[in-house]
C-alpha cells in the first residue's frame, strides 16, 4: 500500500460566536469555559499534539484575543508563581505555551466551516492536514485522531470520524452513506449530506468533529455555493470529493483521492451543548486521580437525597 506524505499540521476553527451559551460567552470566548480546570480548546491542542500534528492554526473572529492569549506567555503570571515556590501551578500554566507551534488568522464573515477551512489555505499549502472542532472532546484513551492520520498516510485523500447515534438523532449531525473494507474500524465514503430528514438519511453513521482532509478540498471550497444554514458547507465539499472519486472512469480523474471514514466506539465529550458540557464535566471530575475520590463521594451523597 502506497504510503502518503506524513501530516504535521492541524487546524482549529474557532471563530463561532457560542450563542447557546450566553450571556457566558458574551466577553468570554466559548472555546475558554472550563471543563473542570482547563479550558476546552486545550484538550483539542492536546489531541492534535498527541498526534503529532504540532503546528496548529487557529482560525479565529472577533472578540477571540483570550485564546491567543492562553497559549502566549504570561511573565508576569509565571514570575509571581515563581517567588511563591508553588511549581505545581507554574508548570501548569507554562504547559499551554509550550504545547505547540501556534499561528492564528481572522475568519472574518461568519460564512460557515467550510469557509473557515478555506481560510487556512495559505498556511496549509500543498499538504494534507488535520481540522479538529473544539465543541467535540475526545477522551485521551482513545486516540482517534491517531488512527485517522494512519489511515490517511496508508490510503491517501481523506478521513472522517464517524459514529454510529440513534437513526432518531442523524438529523442533527452530517450523515455518510459508507462501503465496507478490509478494516472493521474503517469504511469507504460514497457520499454525505448534511443534517438529513431520519426517513432520507443514507445510515445512522454521524460526522463528528475530526477530519484528516487531502489540500484539493480548498479547490472544491472555492466553487462550493452556501448550502443549508447558507453557509459554505464543508460536508458539501467532502460529498463532491467522495462522488468524483467513486464516478471517475480512470485513476487520472480521480483528483483528490478517495473518503474514508474511521468508526469511532470510544469515549466522546459534546461541549457545544449545555447539558452534554456539564456533562463532560463530571464524568472527567470523576476520573481525575487529584479529584475523583473525594468528588465521587459527594455525587453519591448528592444523587441519594435528591432521589
Not at 134 to 146: A, H, N, S, T
Not at 300 to 305: G, H
Request: charged share 25%; hydrophobic share 35%.
Amino acid at each position: 500500500m502506497t504510503q502518503h506524505p506524513r501530516i504535521s499540521k492541524a487546524v482549529i476553527p474557532a471563530a463561532g460566536l457560542g450563542t447557546r451559551f450566553l450571556p457566558a460567552t458574551k466577553a468570554t470566548p466559548k472555546e475558554m469555559l472550563p471543563v473542570v480546570d482547563k479550558p476546552a480548546i486545550q484538550y483539542v491542542v492536546e489531541e492534535a499534539v498527541a498526534a503529532g500534528l504540532d503546528d496548529v492554526l487557529m482560525v479565529t473572529g472577533r472578540n477571540k484575543r483570550p485564546l491567543e492569549d492562553h497559549f502566549d506567555r504570561n511573565y508576569e503570571l509565571e514570575s509571581a508563581l515563581q517567588k511563591k515556590g508553588d511549581a505545581g501551578r507554574l508548570a501548569k500554566v507554562q504547559e499551554s505555551s509550550d504545547l505547540a507551534t501556534m499561528h492564528y488568522v481572522r475568519q472574518g464573515d461568519p460564512k460557515g466551516l467550510g469557509h473557515a477551512v478555506l481560510c487556512a489555505a495559505p498556511h496549509v499549502g500543498d499538504e494534507p492536514f488535520a481540522v479538529l472542532l473544539g465543541d467535540d472532546l475526545i477522551d485521551p484513551r482513545d486516540p482517534l485522531l491517531q488512527r485517522m492520520v494512519e489511515v490517511q498516510e496508508q490510503r491517501g485523500g481523506s478521513v472522517i470520524a464517524l459514529m454510529e447515534v440513534d437513526p432518531k438523532q442523524i438529523h442533527l449531525y452530517g450523515c455518510a452513506a459508507v462501503e465496507t473494507t478490509e478494516d472493521s474500524d474503517v469504511v469507504q465514503v460514497s457520499g454525505l449530506v448534511e443534517k438529513p430528514d431520519p426517513a432520507d438519511a443514507p445510515s445512522n453513521y454521524a460526522i463528528i468533529g475530526r477530519y484528516v482532509l487531502d489540500p484539493h478540498i480548498f479547490d472544491i471550497l472555492r466553487r462550493t455555493e452556501p448550502g443549508r444554514g447558507g453557509e459554505i458547507q464543508l460536508t458539501d465539499a467532502l460529498q463532491q470529493l467522495a462522488e468524483t472519486y467513486t464516478s471517475a472512469a480512470t485513476a487520472a480523474e480521480k483528483t483528490g483521492g478517495p473518503v474514508h471514514g474511521v468508526v469511532f466506539k470510544g469515549r466522546r465529550y459534546d461541549t457545544g451543548d449545555r447539558g452534554d458540557y456539564l456533562r463532560a464535566i463530571v464524568r472527567l471530575a470523576c476520573e481525575r486521580e487529584d479529584l475523583g475520590p473525594d468528588f465521587r463521594t459527594w455525587l453519591r451523597s448528592y444523587v441519594a437525597e435528591e432521589m
